[in-house]
């Protein structure tokens, strides 16, 4: 009798085991609801660093979206979510969060407010902390999947963890980046139907903050971004409709020239494949956002 309860009480453990373990995974499939928030539930593939972490962010128990994390340079490389129509609205009441799962594999699967108290070091080893924004000027807190691509309240709140986070030059974040966000927003409010999926990433080139003369988080060099929206309006205006169902954008970090360039996705990826640690076949969406028939 006790070995039949010890059995049904693994069984149930085993059952229950991906269906509760979220935060830092070893793969984006297996952890529940995680890769909807992929096209085709297919990440970025090409990646080539195997120190990198996945994190399926975990906000109330529910998944909300996907980072690829770089424990060392302390910054997501990218942040994947699906679109929800808006009203653009921006929310700054949010605490910011961190990651308990980059420091203790023991830690709660939920993002959590940072403590009002001093951190253990574990913590400050494996992702930024608040420190290492406060006494930089020329940076801002640039959200990779941003509170305005999200409607529920609960999904903007989830976008404020420093694992969804890079440093953005100030001018660049609140000018041209910010006026991309909006154009994306309008342009996936009114013309995409059906889905909307989005990978928002960056690439660096070895400048960092630096706090206590050591380095703390990387800088990047480039920000990037492509959608994915198969069902769309055909009917949609040419000017818009050539950049359905897929497109992409770069921009410099930079308080100047740091314009926003549109381009088809390939585009993108060759750009993309000369700036980052990827291989040959690095691909942002599965199939090139092409819908099966």
Known sequence: MIYLMLDTLAMLLLIGAPMGHAGV???FNHAERCKDSFYMGTPPRGYLSTSLKKICQHY????????LYDPQKHIPLYSAYTFKKSDGEKRVDFPWMYE???ASEKGSSNMEPFPQTHMHMNFEDTQAVLEDFADVDRYERGQLNPDQHQEDPLDKASTYTLTNVVPQVREFNTGSWAKHEERIRMRLNNYCRGKAYIVTGVTTSGNMIRRNNMDRVAIPEYMWSAYCCVDFDHNAPYFVRYKFPVYGVYA???HINNQVIELPLKNLEKFLKSRMNVDKNFQIFFNDCVAES
């Open 100 to 102: 308990p799962q980059l």
């Open 252 to 254: 410099l970090n930079d």
């Open 25 to 27: 995974v070893e793969n």
């Open 60 to 67: 109330e128990n529910k998944p909300r979206y996907v980072t």
